[in-house]
């Protein structure tokens, strides 16, 4: 239960030293190390898989002395938000988080916490919705708040994930921007494993990451003021359209904030937005988002070494959504086919909520490909290597045929 | 324990100990609500180093329309059933920043207001895992004015037995509609959480003990819970304002 001897020994270096150490550790591990470098002042625990890893974590983290934050356990998740929405509101840095039923059961907590514009960051470990019960990986629990001013993220490495939990703070407490991160991350497949990650020294988190503040929005007896007040008609359209310009200016933010990062910590992520993966003049790209780049990467590895001219494309940021990217990755190739690990029924032609966006943003295009979806991957069922290739080779055949004849595939469904 | 504070034991020493106004002009609150005059109370005897935490309810609706807010007082909204968590998200963080060197140290009250339909309907679970967190200073003030008084006067679970209220008419055929009985919030508060601090009950008529009651619970610190009875007159079944009796 409580921290090793070895884990001992590199936390004291990365907390007294100047070096980044290399340790071994879950998806998990990573963000609670990234909350114990961007010394949190709060956070609220509540048991739920497969996002509850980072909470053991930070426990211990904080039994043992190598963290100072009130650690709250709630009633539920519900609590869990509001909790952190008013310790953020009286100017502490705080983290939270959920999976799956556990942060629907918050939204009501998770919107007050956007449209009060507190910059808290949450970590979702992304799971199916109930019923019927699953533990696995679905991204439709992040994307419910996709509408209502939180930035949302996808990562598919522990390295990842430690570095955008401080970019994350970053990005969330700089004053342009003042809203909400959820960082996900597939569930089992990223918060489970076991990774080899970096651990950069809190002396260069410092350097990166200044203290929040909340400036005159602070509530506290020397500073009178009345926070979300009864304004009905009057000025909702104007709150609104502020955390519409707050979103806008994230884009600009997030941007900046990747490039100091590079600068301090020496990690480049290049564009920050997405991942483009081998897409220079190829004929089909895949588009998805966290884990599902492992079996697709290599699918596009092998299919390239046999000439075949395909791509991928790795959405991180969701929201704000990476519009101009997905126009210059994508417009120009003959068939872009989305992966969606989530469903949006009803949607347009009934696709996925990812490849609705896309399409939406490909609208405005000089050039527009062909586009296919795959719905696939749900309650945690595994996207493979072979089926990365079977995808591929659909896509392949419509480029090669220059028609879609199947444009929403429901990916290995049995019948 | 013994605690030294100054009570009031006249109106006099009331009159002379609390003559700053922190709930002041601005509400939309009926002459003589008595909720309103829970919370001028209560506002009195928490002072001018106070963090109030109002929940979704008539005293949020009523009374901190913008622009008007009556509160003078550093001031938030919670969600309806958001009492519990926002007190003791603020307390925490007080008491972070304050061991952390980030704010003076210094003792501010954190005061969280709920109606019944928040407290003993829907942050009753809320609640009940605030008071057993020891390491924070809170008060939770429930102020029960025996309906959802903000949404038309439906009933709730501190609604008399036999009320007629929207959602418990009387009609021909079903006499009663309100056929459940009062929840005893206040001995539930006390009997459930073996360390809760404080927990009283109180009514606006008797302003030298509802002052004196959270001059109490704000000192000893803690877990701290008041339960406050102030009937919406403006809800009872057939209740005409005109009409003297």
């Known amino acids: ?415 | 324990m013994t605690i030294s504070i100054k009570l009031a034991r006249t109106v006099k020493d009331l009159l002379q100990m609390a003559q700053t106004e922190y709930f002041d002009a601005g509400h939309r609150t009926c002459q003589g609500c008595e909720s309103a005059m829970v919370l001028r109370w209560v506002a009195k005897a928490a002072g001018p180093n106070t963090i109030v935490i109002g929940a979704t309810g008539c005293m949020y609706v009523a009374n901190t329309t913008y622009y008007t807010t009556a509160w003078a007082l550093p001031w938030i909204h919670t969600q309806l059933s958001g009492t519990g968590s926002a007190v003791v998200g603020t307390a925490a963080a007080l008491k972070a920043l304050m061991e952390k060197g980030k704010l003076p140290n210094e003792k501010i009250n954190v005061i969280g207001i709920c109606g019944d339909l928040g407290c003993a309907d829907a942050g009753l679970s809320e609640v009940s895992n605030a008071l057993t967190h020891t390491k924070y200073n809170f008060l939770i003030l429930m102020y029960d004015n025996e309906s959802s008084a903000n949404t038309d006067i439906q009933e709730t679970t501190m609604t008399p037995y036999g009320a007629l209220t929207t959602f418990s008419p009387s009609g021909k055929q079903v006499r009663i509609m309100k056929y459940r009985w009062k929840k005893n919030m206040a001995a539930m508060m006390a009997v459930g959480h073996p360390e809760v601090r404080y927990v009283a009950t109180a009514i606006a008529s008797d302003p030298i003990d509802l002052y004196n009651k959270v001059k109490k619970a704000l000192e000893i610190g803690g877990p701290t819970f008041i339960h406050t009875l102030d009937p919406c007159p403006k809800g009872w079944g057939g209740y005409d304002p005109q009409v003297q009796p």
Request: hydrophobic share 45%; proline share 5%.
């Open chain 1, 1 to 415: 239960m409580s921290v090793t001897a070895l884990e001992s020994k590199r936390l004291e270096a990365v907390l007294k030293g100047d070096e980044e150490v290399e340790v071994v550790g879950t998806g998990t591990d990573a963000v609670a190390y990234a909350l114990m470098l961007a010394d949190i002042d709060v956070t609220s625990a509540y048991p739920i898989r497969p996002y509850g890893g980072v909470m053991q974590t930070v426990a211990r983290l904080i039994a043992d002395g190598y963290m100072k934050a009130e650690y709250i356990v709630a009633a539920h998740e519900h609590d869990q938000f509001e909790i952190v929405k008013h310790a953020s509101a009286v100017g502490a840095r705080t983290f939270v988080g959920s999976s799956g039923v556990g942060w629907l059961l918050a939204i009501e907590a998770i919107v007050a916490i956007s449209t009060d514009r507190y910059p808290v960051v949450a970590l979702i470990g992304n799971r199916a919705l109930d019923d019927p019960g699953a533990y696995g990986v679905e991204h439709n629990d992040a994307l419910m708040v996709r509408d209502v001013g939180w930035l949302l993220v996808w990562v598919d490495t522990a390295q990842e994930a430690l570095d955008t939990t401080l970019i994350a703070y970053r990005v969330a407490e700089d004053p342009r921007v003042m809203l909400p991160v959820g960082i996900s991350m597939d569930g089992a497949f990223l918060t489970h494993s076991e990774h080899v990650f970096k651990i950069p020294p809190k002396s260069k988190v410092q350097k990166f990451l200044p203290p929040y503040d909340l400036g005159n929005r602070k509530l506290h007896p020397s500073n009178v003021i009345s926070v979300a007040p009864q304004v009905n008609e009057d000025w909702v359209t104007e709150i609104r359209k502020q955390m519409d310009e707050a979103m806008k200016n994230a884009r600009k933010v997030i941007e900046e904030v990747y490039r100091d990062f590079a600068k301090i910590f020496g990690r480049d992520y290049g564009n920050p937005f997405v991942e483009p993966y081998m897409v220079e003049d190829a004929d089909v790209v895949m588009v998805g988002m966290g884990t599902v780049s492992k079996p697709i990467k290599e699918a596009v590895r092998r299919l390239r070494a046999k000439g075949e001219k395909v791509g991928f494309l790795r959405i991180r940021w969701f929201r704000p959504f990476p519009t101009d990217d997905i126009i210059r990755y994508l417009s120009d190739v003959k068939v872009v086919a989305v992966v969606d690990r989530d469903y949006s029924f009803g949607s347009p032609f009934d696709g996925g909520a990812v490849f609705t966006e896309i399409r939406s943003a490909l609208y405005e295009a000089e050039h527009r490909p062909l586009m296919m979806n795959f719905i696939g991957g749900l309650g945690g069922r595994e996207i493979t290597y072979n089926d990365a290739i079977n995808m591929f080779n659909m896509a392949l055949d419509a480029a090669r045929k220059g028609k879609v004849e199947q444009r929403v595939i429901w990916y290995g469904v049995r019948e």
